[in-house]
């Protein structure tokens, strides 16, 4: 299922939260959020903007990955190859790639 938000609240009114698609770390000044998943895998993907991206990920402890996953789902914003790209952190089991500063993609398989 492919659901898009306009704003963090929005999810949040839809419990996508709640429901564990998307991160209750998310900022609450996240935009175009993009969130995709697969009920009977718990496949998810997600991406957002959010200004100063890097500075979140550094609050959340992640860690260095060698070989990140290619991820099962994507959202529609993300980089081609994406698990390729230098600088994909694992963040409590979720693979985190930040994009130009400011945009955020998120998956797990």
Known sequence: ????????????????????????????????????HNLDTSSRAISFTFPNANALIQTLN?????????????????????????GVKNCDDLFVFVENSEHVHIWAN
């Open 1 to 36: 299922m492919y659901v898009t938000y306009d704003t963090l609240s929005e999810a949040i009114e839809d419990r996508a939260i709640a429901r564990g698609w998307i991160p209750n770390w998310t900022p609450q000044a996240a935009i175009n959020i993009h969130e995709v």
């Open 62 to 86: 992640c860690q260095d990955v060698q070989k990140p996953l290619k991820p099962a789902k994507k959202t529609d914003l993300f980089p081609q190859m994406i698990h390729l790209n230098a």
